[in-house]
């Protein structure tokens, strides 16, 4: 048995996906993805096939010697610098010092697709200390705005699959946890643009997020989250403001990636955050509903 992108997959699972390559060896990667997930009947709770996850499971099995899938038509591009694509759009602005009491219709907008989502793509790549990420399955990405002026950006997506600090915190069980992980939500970047300077507009942005997260989430993938997580980088940052917007620390990240099998790949250890959308989010994430 083996476990990619949180699925059960067995030897039969995969003699099934090496006879789907080899009946369509000139298919490229997506369409391939396509054709598993159509077998499998791997969707999202939406109903939509969760064919980005089933590439990037794809990818492993076959950095793990299960598959051999057909070259790359495209330039990689999971993991890139600001340099590579930029436009005007995303230069930098003059400093913009001001309090939050002082920001006019300040809100959070979600970021649609088309030019929109290639302008959050760009402001990441150019400011975010990690770069642009391709971020597979359920998501959502914001805007942080007052009137019409840009003043951050932020995204959410698919739950860690397994944080021992977390998991504690929570005291579910391995196959809860299967069963039941889509109901956490990770933020998964986080930005104040380089040129805003204003003190507490973090704390103010994690606020209005909380409030319509669940409903976004509800009406864009049928289901409600209940809790929420991110990771902090303790090398660079210290939380301050996940702290003052009474998110809860459960702990520490062990400094591995989920691919270091040989405990050999050293990264920055990260400080673990949770705030719960729902007052019984752990009744929810155990399964014990009234």
Not at 6 to 32: C, Q, T, Y
Not at 58 to 66: A, E, F, H, I, T
Not at 201 to 222: C, N, P
Request: some cysteine.
């Amino acid at each position: 048995m083996y476990r990619y992108r949180g699925k059960i997959w067995s030897e039969a699972d995969i003699e099934r996906i090496r006879g789907i390559i080899a009946v369509a060896p000139g298919v490229d990667r997506a369409k391939l993805a396509r054709q598993v997930c159509e077998v499998f009947d791997w969707r999202m709770r939406d109903g939509q096939l969760k064919q980005m996850a089933c590439r990037v499971a794809m990818l492993r099995m076959q950095d793990d010697g299960l598959i051999q899938l057909p070259p790359s038509r495209a330039k990689p591009r999971s993991r890139i610098s600001g340099a590579d694509f930029t436009s005007a759009a995303s230069d930098p602005q003059p400093n913009l010092d001001i309090s939050v009491s002082e920001l006019k219709d300040l809100r959070l907008e979600l970021v649609a697709k088309g030019k929109p989502l290639r302008l959050w793509n760009e402001f990441i790549a150019r400011y975010h200390y990690l770069g642009y990420g391709v971020m597979p399955g359920a998501q959502l990405r914001y805007f942080i705005k007052s009137e019409e002026q840009i003043l951050g950006v932020m995204g959410f997506g698919g739950a860690a699959w397994k944080v021992a600090p977390r998991d504690t915190f929570i005291g579910w069980t391995a196959s809860e946890r299967e069963k039941n992980l889509h109901l956490i939500i990770n933020q998964t970047r986080f930005l104040i643009l380089p040129w805003v300077r204003c003190q507490n507009l973090a704390s103010k942005s994690l606020a209005m997020a909380k409030r319509r997260i669940g409903k976004d989430w509800q009406e864009r993938y049928a289901y409600t989250p209940v809790l929420l997580e991110t990771f902090v980088d303790t090398s660079k940052f210290h939380g301050t403001c996940y702290k003052a917007d009474n998110w809860t620390c459960v702990g520490l990240t062990q400094g591995r990636t989920r691919n270091d099998r040989l405990n050999t790949i050293s990264v920055p250890v990260k400080s673990i955050w949770v705030f719960p959308l729902v007052p019984h989010f752990r009744q929810e994430l155990l399964g014990q509903h009234d």
